[in-house]
């Protein structure tokens, strides 16, 4: 049989996905349970959520020493204890943190979870924070930061963050000195109020069984009583343009990044800027990547991007050139801007791009576990389960129009912030 590799295969826009409708749970501690019982491997992920990202935290770096030290020790194992007790069955045991949230998450064989499980609630619940192992951690990102302050888009990230978020939690800036305030007892504070006792809610995912969910409830329901979520208010300051320059006589490249403020996921509007920024610079194929990479070489790799936390939200663009280049690269990025600007997108580019969304959105739904990060991903903005159905159909509809109103709209050049780092 000879393969054909001239004619592509049709492109199907009839399909379904997975409903994102989990049940839910209210245990007895009072804390919200959402089960996704999926997936045919007899395993599970248990992750538990708490309001304990860089939004909460009075210091720069607290939030996030806390979260990656919760491993190193309890009142009863040490951190050597706890990785040999999951390690010998099988399990897995990682913290993440965001702007906002916080997770502590447990992959587990479900024949194993009796053994694993509680491992999980003893370090939410009692973790000690070493002085040692504080004093360990201090150092190592201490030299790391010393290090990357060295380079241009380091400084460049860490910069524009403060650029556009200023007088708000999300726009810190971290210096050396941040360091030399990470002390044991402000990181056992910060425990206290955010972990201990104090999650906002758990996830449970995977092939989920009877004696799995009583298991859960029964290890879940010893933790303290979970206090109600706080609301807190979104207040999005948009500013005018604003531009800085940070020189570094001997760089070799310069870091360049343009945005503004703009908002969350929970606005009318962010669904067409998914797609206007997935044209501009959010694939491979994308409008910036064709012509500051492919056609004239100033770069390996420039994106764009809209981010989405609870009470803000940003547009950016983001790239590293050579110090040669660097006018001609702005040049060229906003020539890029201001065609969205006055053309239309044409219907084949606009077709491609709806088609690399969709194709992309069905993967990031592929298996109970990835389902579980959709889910907490609309349940934190207070969003309804059919929002992924939404932005689908949104997706097949959007018109050319409607993307120009949009640039127009918030691609003023006037509204968009700049900072660059190297060399003009």
């Known amino acids: 049989m000879t393969l054909n590799r001239i004619t592509p295969p049709t492109i199907a826009d009839n399909f379904s996905f997975p409903e994102i409708e989990p049940q839910k749970y209210l245990l007895e501690n009072n804390l919200p349970l959402f089960v996704i019982d999926s997936g045919s491997q007899d395993l599970c992920k248990v992750e538990l959520i708490f309001d304990a990202g860089n939004y909460f935290e009075q210091e720069p770096l607290i939030a996030t020493a806390v979260n990656s030290l919760l491993r190193e020790g309890t009142t009863t194992r040490s951190?050597?204890?706890?990785?040999?007790?999951?390690?010998?069955?099988?399990?897995?045991?990682?913290?993440?943190?965001?702007?906002?949230?916080?997770?502590?998450?447990?992959?587990?064989?479900?024949?194993?979870?009796?053994?694993?499980?509680?491992?999980?609630?003893?370090?939410?619940?009692?973790?000690?924070?070493?002085e040692k192992?504080?004093?360990?951690y201090k150092t190592n990102q201490r030299q790391k930061f010393l290090i990357n302050q060295q380079k241009v888009d380091f400084i460049a990230r860490n910069q524009f963050n403060h650029l556009l978020f200023q007088g708000s939690r999300y726009g810190k800036l971290i210096e050396i000195s941040d360091f030399d305030g990470l002390t044991r007892e402000k990181l056992q504070a910060f425990f206290a109020e955010r972990y201990a006792g104090h999650a906002t809610y758990m996830v449970l995912s995977g092939k989920i069984t009877p004696q799995v969910l009583n298991l859960l409830q029964e290890c879940a329901a010893q933790?303290?009583?979970?206090?109600?979520?706080?609301?807190?208010?979104?207040?999005?300051?948009?500013?005018?343009?604003?531009?800085?320059?940070?020189?570094?006589?001997?760089?070799?490249?310069?870091?360049?990044?343009?945005?503004?403020?703009?908002?969350?996921?929970?606005?009318?509007?962010?669904?067409?800027?998914?797609?206007?920024?997935?044209?501009?610079?959010?694939?491979?194929?994308?409008?910036?990547?064709?012509?500051?990479?492919?056609?004239?070489?100033?770069t390996y790799g420039i994106g764009s991007g809209v981010s989405s936390m609870l009470y803000d939200g940003a547009f950016y663009i983001s790239t590293e050139v050579g110090v040669d280049v660097t006018q001609p690269t702005l040049i060229e990025i906003y020539k890029e801007l201001e065609l969205l600007q006055q053309e239309l997108i044409s219907q084949q580019e606009l077709t491609l791009v709806k088609n690399y969304l969709l194709g992309a959105f069905l993967r990031s739904v592929d298996g109970p576990f990835a389902i579980s990060e959709k889910f907490t991903a609309i349940y934190e903005y207070g969003l309804a389960n059919k929002y992924y159905k939404d932005y689908v159909n949104y997706l097949k509809q959007v018109k050319s129009e409607e993307l120009r109103q949009l640039a127009q709209k918030y691609w003023n050049k006037n509204d968009l912030s700049q900072l660059v780092v190297g060399k003009i």
Do not use: W
């Open 223 to 298: 933790m303290p009583q979970s206090p109600e979520r706080v609301s807190h208010s979104y207040n999005c300051n948009m500013m005018g343009r604003q531009e800085q320059f940070y020189e570094k006589p001997d760089a070799l490249q310069s870091a360049i990044r343009i945005g503004r403020r703009l908002f969350n996921k929970t606005h009318p509007d962010y669904f067409g800027m998914k797609v206007l920024n997935t044209v501009l610079g959010g694939y491979f194929g994308s409008r910036l990547m064709s012509n500051i990479r492919e056609d004239k070489g100033y």
């Open 79 to 130: 951190a050597q204890q706890i990785a040999e007790q999951l390690d010998f069955y099988g399990a897995f045991l990682e913290t993440s943190i965001r702007k906002d949230k916080a997770s502590v998450i447990l992959y587990s064989l479900n024949k194993h979870l009796h053994q694993t499980i509680p491992v999980m609630m003893e370090v939410v619940q009692q973790a000690i924070f070493p």
């Open 133 to 136: 192992e504080v004093t360990l």
